[in-house]
Nanobody, 128 residues
Framework: QVQLVESGGGLVQAGGSLRLSCSLS????????VGWFRQAPGKEREFVAA???????FYADSVKGRFTISRDNAKNTMYLQMNSLKPEDTAVYYC??????????????????????WGQGTQVTGSS
């Protein structure tokens, strides 16, 4: 099992920045992908970014150039640096980890079914 806990959400004016953190525990070595998804009010959950243990990164088109995903193995923590926030970034952000036998293709990085483990979510609000 892998346990994930998000933190760092908050209310920020448009153009501002936040850094989300995801604390990882359990059998984290079994997860090829760890990443972030978000769900805005009235919308479906969508992929944001992912990172592999070889430090390959993947981003949704909507956040490329603004968000940066990273990890710190010493702290067992994954981060999402969110810059130039927009009102449309408002959502609950969830961190997630893939399962032991999940696909490792680039396409799999953005598929929800790749991920077996999910955090509880943290609210991010980009005010206009």
């Amino acid at each position: 099992q892998v346990q994930l806990v998000e933190s760092g959400g908050g209310l920020v004016q448009a153009g501002g920045s936040l850094r989300l953190s995801c604390s990882l525990s359990g059998r984290t070595f079994s997860s090829y992908f760890v990443g972030w998804f978000r769900q805005a009010p009235g919308k479906e959950r969508e992929f944001v970014a992912a990172i592999t243990w070889s430090v390959s990164t993947f981003y949704a088109d909507s956040v490329k150039g603004r968000f940066t995903i990273s990890r710190d193995n010493a702290k067992n923590t994954m981060y999402l640096q969110m810059n130039s926030l927009k009102p449309e970034d408002t959502a609950v952000y969830y961190c997630a980890a893939s399962g032991t036998y999940g696909s490792r293709t680039p396409e799999a990085a953005g598929r929800q079914r790749t991920y077996d483990y999910w955090g509880q979510g943290t609210q991010v609000t980009g005010s206009s």
